[in-house]
């Protein structure tokens, strides 16, 4: 009775698929971990590119004027310093003198 040597060239035909299905499966993992990665990758250049495009937008924006709220909360840190409303005036209204003197310049020839 002779035995069959068999030589790790020459597998049976189940541990053949058995390897196939084997390297199917790294194959596949191998590829879903680089997809992972380049998703990922891909999704921190986006955010990086939003943060750059709203940085430039910010730095190129116009200066807003101070919104109500933000006045609003500054007057009310510091209410020992604002001054009466009858002494706020801005230089560029003419004051009842200024105004009395120019009538009466303009009504005289």
């Known amino acids: 009775m002779e035995a069959i040597i068999r030589t790790p060239t020459d597998p049976s035909p189940c541990s053949f698929m058995m390897s196939i ?9 191998v590829n879903l971990i680089i997809a992972i990665a380049v998703l990922i990758v ?20 116009p200066p807003r004027p101070r919104s109500h709220l933000q006045s609003q909360a500054r007057q009310s840190s510091r209410p020992s310093r604002r001054t009466p409303p009858h002494r706020r005036q801005s230089p560029a209204r003419p004051t009842r003198s200024d105004s009395l003197h120019r009538r009466g310049a303009r009504e005289s020839p």
């Open 21 to 29: 299905r084997h390297r199917l499966i790294t194959i596949f993992i």
């Open 42 to 61: 891909i999704l921190i250049l986006v955010l990086v590119l939003i943060l750059i495009l709203t940085s430039v937008l910010i730095i190129l924006s």
